[in-house]
């Protein structure tokens, strides 16, 4: 069974860095597509990042480009977030998502939570 498990979350102050991982388990995930989404209080979750299979494509939420880098490492079957210049906008809880290339199903972790401060 895919597990996913998210780490690296915490309180930082506004401009600050953080590092997520989310490491996952129970399959072959080099052709699997591998996201990031966040939940912030009240609102509803919304898509932060992502990275495909094949080339290693990347596309980002406009919120975040040019502040957060998506990468992936397929020997450790993981899947990272670079949060730099972090605003306490980006404060939310932070999910890892994937997606087995040409399947219907997905996966989603428990989430991470990050806190920025002003």
């Known amino acids: 069974q895919v597990q996913l498990v998210e780490s690296g979350g915490g309180l930082v102050q506004a401009g600050g860095s953080l590092r997520l991982s989310c490491a996952a388990s129970g399959g072959t995930f080099k052709r699997y597509i591998f996201g990031w989404y966040r939940e912030a209080p009240g609102k509803e979750r919304e898509f932060v990042a992502r990275i495909e299979w094949s080339r290693g494509s990347t596309f980002y939420a406009g919120s975040v480009k040019g502040r957060f880098t998506i990468s992936r490492d397929n020997a450790k079957n993981t899947a990272y977030l670079q949060m730099n210049s972090l605003k306490p906008e980006d404060t939310g809880v932070y999910y890892c998502?994937?997606?087995?290339?040409?399947?219907?199903?997905?996966?989603w972790g428990q989430g991470t939570q990050v806190t920025v401060s002003s």
């Open positions: 998502h994937a997606i087995p290339a040409g399947d219907t199903s997905n996966y």
